[in-house]
């Protein structure tokens, strides 16, 4: 079946420092893959999206490419802020998955002034 | 518009009693989703709903948990009796429908934390 694996927290990073966060995924089909952030004391919002290969999502500063080639869409960020201190979560829907969206297990991401 | 709605916030209850979660979708949205995310791992996809009918129940864990949403609005999670291992964030997303061959945007509520003594 679909899954996402990404990689495992918590990362720690200073003000300014670059961000990558991988996420590679398993598929039939052709998914729409998405970068979903939950901020404390928030609830899930969508960050980014893309819904074809090399597709680049993009929002607030993070980009995610759609590499079917690798199956990957690792997230980055140039230069994170504190503000981007959340838990990140990669996730795809469709292909064999049909609505539902299948999650990663999330990455905490805290950022340090 | 208001967003997704989830009622409690909060809930601690003991194992072996009940607990129902109430969810509001955005007006207008016939999808309705629920979610689980147990002890910090991914976060599990548990059914669909269009309008008041169930599309997707394959992530129900047991028959210990029921699903409800009459007249298609809101809907209710209902564990009935709870076990340790239910402990965690539950959460709902509505979507609109605009067919098969679009991306209907999930909106998520911002969860309900359960916790089972």
């Known amino acids: 079946g679909n899954s996402v694996t990404q990689m495992e927290g918590p990362v720690t990073l200073s003000e300014e420092a670059f961000l990558t966060i991988n996420c590679t995924y398993t598929a039939t089909g052709y998914p729409s893959l998405f970068w979903y952030v939950q901020y404390p004391g928030e609830g899930l919002q969508l960050l980014l999206k893309?819904?074809?290969?090399?597709d680049k999502g993009s929002n607030k500063g993070f980009e995610a490419t759609y590499r079917k080639e690798t199956t990957s869409f690792h997230l980055e960020k140039g230069s994170v802020q504190v503000s981007d201190s959340a838990v990140y979560f990669c996730?795809?829907?469709?292909?064999?998955?049909?609505?539902?969206?299948?999650f990663g297990s999330g990455t905490r991401l805290s950022i340090r002034p | 518009e208001a967003g997704v709605t989830q009622f409690p916030s909060h809930s601690v209850i003991e194992k072996g009693q009940t607990v129902t979660l109430r969810c509001d979708p955005i007006?207008?949205?016939?999808?309705l989703y629920w979610y689980r995310r147990v002890m910090g791992k991914e976060i599990k996809f548990l059914l669909h709903?269009?309008?008041?009918?169930?599309?997707?129940e394959s992530g129900m864990p047991n028959n210990r948990f029921l699903a409800e949403r009459t007249g298609g609005t809101y809907s209710t999670l209902k564990v009935q009796p709870a076990e340790l291992e239910d402990s965690g964030v539950y959460f709902c997303?509505?979507?609109?429908?605009?067919?098969?061959?679009?991306?209907?945007?999930?909106?998520f509520g911002p969860g309900t934390r359960l916790t089972v003594l």
């Open positions: 893309a819904t074809k290969a090399d």
């Open positions: 007006s207008g949205h016939d999808n």
């Open positions: 997303a509505s979507s609109q429908d605009r067919g098969v061959a679009s991306y209907n945007e999930q909106f």
């Open positions: 709903f269009v309008k008041e009918s169930k599309q997707d």
């Open positions: 996730a795809l829907s469709g292909g064999s998955s049909a609505s539902k969206i299948i």
